[in-house]
């Protein structure tokens, strides 16, 4: 699925782990993802968050799609800073999951994203 992720590739988003009901991803904060006070857009910040998501909540055997999603934003950041997004699931039950995605800089936490995925049939 990330191989044809042309969005999140082309904001340098990269895969650095996955597994069962996990992924871990990591994007470096540059000059164009700053907002009018100069700290990153909380859209970029949303972005990584939800694609880490996403790769969580297809490493199982059928496809899945966001039906909700939320974060909570703690601190800014800044041209450089390197972030990292872990994504854990929480449930799965029927056709829904529960995914919990903490995003750092360094050794503070970001934001907080929780999304809830619903499976589909599988794109034709």
Excluded: W
């Excluded at 904001?11 to 990591?26: D, F, V, Y």
Aim: net charge neutral; aromatic share 8%; charged share 20%.
């Amino acid at each position: 699925m990330f191989e044809a992720d042309v969005a999140s590739r082309r904001l340098g988003i990269e895969l650095l782990a996955l597994s069962a009901g996990h992924a871990r991803t990591t994007m470096t904060i540059t000059a164009s993802m700053l907002n009018g006070h100069f700290i990153t857009h909380g859209g970029y910040v949303f972005t990584l968050a939800d694609t880490t998501f996403a790769l969580a909540c297809n490493t199982h055997a059928t496809t899945a799609v966001a039906a909700r999603a939320d974060i909570r934003f703690l601190r800014p950041t800044k041209v450089g800073d390197i972030l990292i997004a872990d994504a854990v699931e929480r449930a799965r039950y029927g056709r829904n999951g529960i995914y919990d995605v903490t995003v750092t800089a360094g050794d503070e936490v970001i934001a907080e994203f929780r999304g809830d995925s619903r499976t589909i049939p599988a794109p034709q």
